[in-house]
């Protein structure tokens, strides 16, 4: 099956409306078809002094989100602060056709950004049935964990989205391993990173879409930017035939 997949690449200000309108802008016009990734918190950052405030917000930011998907016929996936009975999760929406077709919480928060302090870790790591395929998430720092992998591996991922605000202390860590994961997988690694500096901390870029055999296919390190490709989930079938590698 033939689809676009799309990842779009920003640098984020202290404003959430101007942000949330500078992803309107970029997804308007893509074609339908079309899988968008966003970055992890795109719409508002770790900001955690106003992360009650953002929290709120989100209700009405995954109304917007879900019309625009209903509107020009295309998924999308970002995070974004959702507010549960336990307290704040760093939880990923997926969107089709103007609903919510599935949603993940971040389970593994990063200490070096105090995480844990503000957001309840999530408790599930699924893969998605949806007409773009098999869909599995990672949020940023969860890229790092070979087990949460291998899980989506075996539960037949085809696509791995991967939401991120990295760090660019580590800028290298994350181009590694997302072409390594697709490697692994031998899936199709689509990866949405912030760039610039926000809130003081300077964010990494990196985004790019990788295929199951690992090439690059579309790569930027820094610059507002929308990445787009033709993907055809039959590679990942041909390269697990051609490669098999047992998850058993």
Known sequence: MLLNLATLQLSLTPDPEKNLQRVISYAENLPENTLLLLPEMFFCGFDYERLEDFASMTPEVLKLLQRLSEEKGFML???????????????????????????????????????????????????????????????????????????????GVEILLVPAQWGYARREHLRILSQARAVELQSYVVVSDTWGEHAGTRYAGQSGIY?????????????????????????VHRVREVLPVSME
């Open 77 to 155: 996936c970002g995070t974004l602060p959702e507010r549960t009975g336990e307290g704040i999760r760093n939880t990923a929406f997926l969107i089709d056709g103007g609903k919510v077709i599935g949603k993940r919480s971040k389970m593994k928060l990063f200490p070096i950004f105090d995480e844990h302090r503000y957001f309840i870790p999530g408790e599930e790591n699924p893969v998605f049935e949806t007409r773009a395929g098999r869909i599995g998430i990672l949020i940023c720092f969860e890229l790092r964990f070979t087990d949460m992998v291998l899980e989506l591996r075996k539960k």
């Open 211 to 235: 295929s199951p055999w690992g090439e690059v296919l579309v790569y930027s390190e820094k610059g507002d930017v929308l990445l787009r490709v033709e993907a055809d989930l039959a590679e």
